[in-house]
């Protein structure tokens, strides 16, 4: 009753933190509770997070549309943006579409446009929804999530692991179809993890690469603000074709519709994006675990207006982009210095 008591006082001081798993506890409560009981609960968060983001928890909201700078990209290849990382490129981004799509990037340039696509051979694009990248001893990587399972059915999920293409680092803008300038990646050069979530299946979106960790965390996607966090172990440098993982719970979050997320590789500061929102999480002391981060009051980030927010990522420099499904292509930014005053207040908030 004590716990019970501390968590329900943490929950209207922060009602977006997020509660560690306890897989035991949990099943225990969804066995001997009853419908009525789990109504009231979710009822109970979701008033509470409503509460925090349209009644104003913190002071100030960041990301005012004066302060996102938008910008349009036509390629007619691309219709439903779900995904988007930087490449190992300065200013060249990757991107793909969402279900429906075959197995292909597209490298975008913000201000120029499409420079050409990547094709993975043998590989099937069931519901892609994020894609990641990173540098490992000198080399690298491009991680693509097939994650998305609306109707969470899907016994296992996917993530597919390969040497960034080399080709791409000399493409450069031209007035010619994204198509007709193709490279391959061979299935045998590719990497699949096949990740299985110990709490059973799950629609998930969201996804950020910690390679200097080990790990991929994820976030699923519900309209009820009551989602897991969850844990993916990985080495970065394994080359082996075929690899079979889990994906452990490691927190409650109590965030709707998550659509993605992003890791700041120097700071480890979290980002957990929405439709409407993004949620900005500052990294504590150095032995600080994601749950304890996680359990900080973030500081939000209002988004633009656009069609479908499905993509977020930090660039090199620090900026936040966002993509959103559609054709065109959408993508804003907003600068490394409204970032910073995001983060000072969320550290301002959680002395």
């Known amino acids: 009753m004590r716990n019970k008591i501390e968590n329900m006082i943490r929950f209207m001081k922060n009602p977006i933190s997020c509660r560690r798993y306890d897989a035991q506890?949990?099943?225990?409560?969804?066995?001997?509770?009853?419908?009525?009981?789990?109504?009231?609960?979710?009822?109970?968060?979701?008033?509470?997070?409503?509460?925090?983001?349209?009644?104003?928890a913190s002071a100030e909201i960041w990301g005012q549309d004066s302060q996102w700078?938008?910008?349009?990209?036509?390629?007619?290849?691309?219709?439903?943006?779900?995904?988007l990382t930087e490449s190992s490129?300065?200013?060249?981004?990757?991107?793909?579409?969402?279900?429906?799509?075959?197995?292909?990037?597209?490298?975008?340039?913000?201000?120029?446009?499409?420079?050409g696509q990547v094709s993975l051979q043998g590989i099937e694009a069931v519901d892609w929804e994020a894609i990641g990248a990173y540098s490992w001893k000198g080399q690298d990587w491009i991680v693509v999530a097939d994650c998305g399972d609306n109707q969470a059915k899907r016994t296992s999920v996917m993530f597919y692991k390969f040497v960034e293409p080399e080709d791409f680092q000399n493409?450069?803008?031209?007035?010619?179809?994204?198509a007709q300038r193709t490279a391959i990646v061979a299935r045998q050069e590719i990497q699949q993890i096949e990740v299985t979530f110990d709490d059973g299946p799950?629609?998930?979106?969201?996804?950020?690469?910690?390679?200097?960790?080990?790990?991929?965390?994820?976030?699923?996607?519900s309209l009820i603000p009551s989602?897991?966090?969850?844990?993916?172990?990985?080495?970065?440098s394994d080359i082996s074709r075929i690899v079979h993982t889990k994906a452990r719970r490691i927190c409650t979050l109590n965030i709707p519709m998550a659509t993605d997320m992003a890791i700041d590789k120097e700071t480890?500061?979290?980002?957990?994006?929405?439709?409407?929102?993004?949620?900005?999480?500052?990294?504590?002391?150095?032995?600080?675990?994601?749950?304890?981060?996680?359990?900080?009051?973030?500081?939000?980030?209002?988004?633009p207006r656009m069609k479908q927010i499905e993509a977020c990522t930090l660039d090199r420099e620090g900026n936040l982009w966002i993509s959103s499904e559609g054709n065109p292509l959408e993508l804003a930014k907003l600068n490394?210095?409204?970032?910073?005053?995001?983060?000072?207040?969320?550290l301002n908030q959680n002395p």
């Open 25 to 56: 506890s949990d099943a225990n409560a969804s066995v001997s509770g009853n419908l009525m009981v789990s109504l009231a609960r979710w009822a109970f968060v979701t008033l509470g997070w409503c509460g925090y983001v349209y009644l104003g």
């Open 69 to 83: 700078k938008s910008m349009v990209v036509q390629d007619q290849e691309i219709t439903e943006s779900s995904g």
């Open 89 to 115: 490129r300065a200013g060249v981004f990757w991107t793909h579409n969402d279900s429906g799509d075959r197995a292909r990037l597209f490298a975008v340039q913000p201000d120029s446009g499409t420079l």
């Open 171 to 178: 493409w450069i803008p031209e007035n010619v179809p994204s």
């Open 202 to 221: 799950r629609d998930c979106e969201a996804i950020a690469i910690d390679a200097a960790s080990s790990r991929i965390l994820m976030v699923a996607k």
């Open 227 to 236: 989602v897991g966090v969850y844990e993916v172990r990985f080495d970065p």
């Open 268 to 303: 480890r500061d979290i980002i957990v994006a929405g439709y409407f929102h993004a949620f900005y999480f500052p990294s504590g002391a150095p032995n600080d675990s994601t749950v304890d981060q996680m359990q900080r009051l973030p500081s939000r980030i209002e988004m």
């Open 336 to 346: 490394r210095e409204s970032i910073e005053k995001v983060k000072q207040q969320a």
